[in-house]
């Protein structure tokens, strides 16, 4: 059974298309991978940030992914800052890295372009990132298209740290999850739902109430035309509504194009759907919040699971390396 591995950072809020575009294949690859889910809150600190509001939020995200359906007993479910062996096979990463590899990587130029402070871990960023994925012998990483010139470094330092000190990690593939749907901004179709836009009017968060859901919906953008159909070319707005409701209720966007004819009735049934999908998940995570020692239990059993694998990565690191025994 392949191994996969999947990494969120604890920053923003989850939103209906981080549940629609990732997290629903997350759940799925459950019944047919050994699937390893980390918190990344390592990956937090390369910008100034708050420490109340990253522990908060790592702790809410991992509740998160627990309610929309990740199972801590068959999936390995952890926070990458509990495992001290992320942050030791990172400089390893980091020493097998080409200096221009990492200046190369896209997200550091975007990231880093106009910031008035811009940390050297934002620059080792795709390394710590590679030693997220190495340190447990991973098979596959699903990824969006965004991330796969990290997943092919990762690759890379694989590929030649095997080759100057023998066989030690498996070398990764990186898979992009066929029907994912891509969510788009409700006010911008043209750009994706952002979980950093946490208070803007386009995105819906996984904890909104049904009455903000039916008022963001509402105030989505269309067009100047009166057909429902899918296109999204010429319609993005209401492309973007059909693929939300078709995801949402396991439809294709043009299948539930098919009983709709007006904008409203469009937006209304988007709406009900959404708020449908998310009431099991909401009510869960409450759950969790009024038992955090149930998610401390949960994220413990992970962290454990997790140590298992990474622990036996870094002795077959550090013996190839050469360096001595502790």
Same mark, same amino acid.
Request: aromatic residues 6%.
């Given at each position: ?234 319609? #993005?707005?209401?492309?973007?509504? @059909?693929?939300? =409701? *078709? +995801? ?5 966007? %043009?299948? &539930? ?34 038992? #955090?020692?149930?998610?401390?239990? @949960?994220?413990? =059993? *992970? +962290? ?5 694998? %990474?622990? &036996? ?14």
């Amino acid at each position: 059974m392949a191994r996969v591995f999947s990494g969120i950072k604890p920053t923003g809020s989850v939103h209906l298309g981080n549940l629609l575009g990732a997290l629903k294949n997350w759940v799925a690859m459950q019944d047919e991978h050994q699937a390893v889910y980390c918190v990344v809150d390592l990956h937090a600190l390369t910008v100034p940030h708050d420490p109340e509001e990253l522990r908060r939020a790592t702790l809410s995200l991992a509740q998160m992914l627990i309610a929309v359906g990740i199972d801590p007993e068959r999936s390995t479910l952890f926070v990458q800052g509990h495992l001290t062996e992320h942050a030791e096979c990172a400089w390893v990463m980091e020493c097998t890295a080409a200096f221009g590899e990492l200046r190369r990587m896209t997200q550091f130029k975007d990231k880093s372009d106009g910031s008035d402070f811009v940390s050297g871990g934002l620059f080792t960023y795709p390394a710590l990132q590679a030693a997220d994925i190495l340190l447990y012998d991973t098979d596959q990483v699903p990824v969006g298209e965004d991330q796969r010139q990290h997943i092919e470094l990762a690759r890379d330092i694989a590929v030649r740290f095997n080759g100057r000190y023998g066989e030690t990690f498996v070398v990764p593939e990186a898979v992009i999850p066929p029907a994912a749907a891509r969510v788009m901004d409700l006010q911008h179709p043209e750009n994706k739902m952002s979980k950093s836009d946490d208070g803007e009017q386009g995105t819906i968060l996984l904890l909104d109430d049904p009455a903000a859901i039916e008022k963001k919906f509402k105030r989505a953008v269309t067009d100047s035309e009166t057909e429902v159909r899918f296109d999204p070319a010429s319609k #993005p707005g209401v492309s973007n509504l @059909l693929s939300i =409701l *078709g +995801a949402a209720t396991g439809q294709t966007p %043009a299948a &539930a194009a098919e009983s709709i004819e007006r904008y409203g009735d469009l937006k209304a049934a988007t709406a009900d759907a959404v708020i449908t999908l998310l009431r099991p998940v909401q009510d869960h995570y409450r759950e969790l919040v009024a038992d #955090p020692a149930e998610t401390s239990r @949960l994220l413990a =059993l *992970g +962290a454990d699971k997790a140590r298992s694998v %990474a622990s &036996a990565t870094l002795d077959r690191v550090r013996t190839n390396l050469g360096l001595l025994a502790r």
